[in-house]
């Protein structure tokens, strides 16, 4: 059943003469019937009785117009704003838990309420989680927070981050700097293996893998604030995760002596993905209110 096989029954319906629907689609009288015959050898009904050489529309007719004709006028009207808009569409948006939870929200906020033909759908999941979607093509774009390295999957920076150390236990806070020696023996707390801070973080660590091992693996980063600011452990965290805490005193921060926990995030897209015009504008406007969206969170007092 296509879409011209049904204008041109509703067309039939409201002009019952074969030459004059035939006339204002650009077609003959005998592909018109053959389309209405088509139509009805799909439904397995006539729709129209002949009369007289004429299409005289019945009560099988009747009643299967009135069930499509608010379908097609939809579709017609879906189909003129495609064609006269170009900011319009449905984005599947996958992003790592710091940049779902305090980025995303601002930006996918400003640009709904900018762009109102769009909707915005976020997955939330680690890096590794995220490129898999955008190698399957479950998502239309990524944003995380390692690279992810796949023939599959081209990125560009997004912006920078900070990593803290951070603890619930207030005795450890000190205003000199640590050296990471001091703190190996601690117990750590990380997100699970996938996880880009935890990635990011650990590479930094190698030189100390001998006598450096997680105590402790969490799901999400509420969950390693939550187990921080109860026993006392160290975590490394995004900055812009733990500025609440931190400024409410559940958290604090720990200087390490000539470690500087930075690393940027990224935006990644399948190789072979189309982009459209509002799939683009999206993707600059990410990345345009970043910097401004990140400093905000940064800041929190």
């Not at 439904?43 to 005289?56: E, M, N, P, Y």
């Not at 207030?170 to 001091?182: C, P, Q």
Request: glycine letters at 6%.
């Amino acid at each position: 059943m296509t879409l011209r096989q049904l204008e041109l029954f509703l067309a039939l319906v409201k002009t019952p003469h074969l030459s004059q629907v035939a006339k204002d689609y650009g077609l003959t009288q005998s592909a018109v019937s053959m389309a209405i015959k088509a139509l009805e050898d799909r439904l397995g009904k006539q729709l129209f009785d002949r009369i007289h050489k004429r299409l005289v529309v019945n009560e099988n007719g009747r009643y299967f117009y009135r069930m499509v004709e608010p379908l097609v006028v939809g579709l017609k009207e879906s189909e003129t704003m495609f064609r006269d808009l170009d900011l319009v569409g449905d984005i599947r948006v996958g992003a790592s838990s710091s940049i779902a939870n305090y980025i995303l929200p601002q930006i996918m906020y400003e640009f709904v309420e900018q762009y109102e033909g769009v909707n915005l759908e976020k997955i939330t999941g680690n890096t590794i989680e995220i490129g898999k979607m955008i190698e399957n093509g479950e998502v239309d774009i990524g944003f995380v927070e390692a690279d992810y390295n796949s023939p599959e999957i081209e990125r560009e920076v997004l912006g920078k981050d900070e990593l803290y150390v951070v603890t619930g236990d207030k005795n450890l806070v000190r205003a000199e700097e640590y050296n990471m020696d001091d703190l190996l023996s601690k117990r750590w707390i990380f997100r699970e293996e996938g996880s880009g801070t935890r990635d990011v973080f650990l590479s930094y660590m190698k030189k100390f893998r001998k006598r450096f091992k997680p105590f402790l693996e969490v799901g999400h980063t509420e969950a390693v604030k939550s187990v921080l600011r109860n026993k006392g452990a160290l975590s490394c965290l995004s900055q812009i995760s733990v500025m609440n805490e931190l400024n409410a005193g559940q958290l604090y921060r720990l200087k390490i002596k000539d470690f500087k926990f930075s690393r940027s995030f990224y935006t990644i897209w399948h190789k072979n993905k189309y982009f459209s015009s509002v799939l683009q504008e999206f993707i600059y406007y990410t990345k345009e209110r970043y910097k401004a969206v990140y400093e905000s969170q940064a800041n929190t007092d």
